[in-house]
């Protein structure tokens, strides 16, 4: 399985930047997948997910309202537009994708089993 995450960049506060995942090896339909970011010293943290077959999606409180997550299971994409950016939304952005994550583990680092090598954004004041 492979993710390859693309679309990072510099903007300015209050640009927008979307970014995009491509995933290969798997069915794609049946994965949960997120968007994590990192910045250094941090944990890393669930930016926005999307549960396989339909099941829904879950955001951060910090970005709800700003950032939008889309997947094509007939293209194997999954989607991060991100809108009316902060400084604060700098960070090192990974996508990530698991089977069989339960609703209440979706936003857990550790409920997912493949990881992209992450695209670093960075929003400018």
């Known amino acids: 399985v492979q993710l390859q995450a693309y679309g990072g960049g510099l903007v300015q506060a209050g640009d927008s930047l979307r970014l995009s995942c491509a995933a290969s090896g798997v069915i794609f339909r049946t994965y949960s997948l997120g968007w994590f970011r990192q910045v250094p010293g941090k944990d890393r943290e669930l930016v926005a997910a999307?549960?396989?077959?339909?099941?829904?999606?879950f955001y951060a409180d910090s970005v709800k309202g700003r950032f939008a997550i889309s997947r094509d299971n007939s293209k194997s994409t999954v989607t991060l537009q991100m809108n009316s950016l902060k400084p604060e939304d700098t960070a090192v952005y990974y996508c990530?994708?698991?089977?069989?994550?339960?609703?209440?583990?979706?936003?857990?680092?550790?409920?997912?089993?493949?990881w992209g090598q992450g695209t670093l954004v960075t929003v400018s004041s």
């Open positions: 999307t549960k396989g077959n339909g099941g829904g999606v």
């Open positions: 990530a994708a698991g089977q069989r994550i339960i609703n209440s583990s979706m936003r857990r680092v550790q409920a997912y089993d493949y």
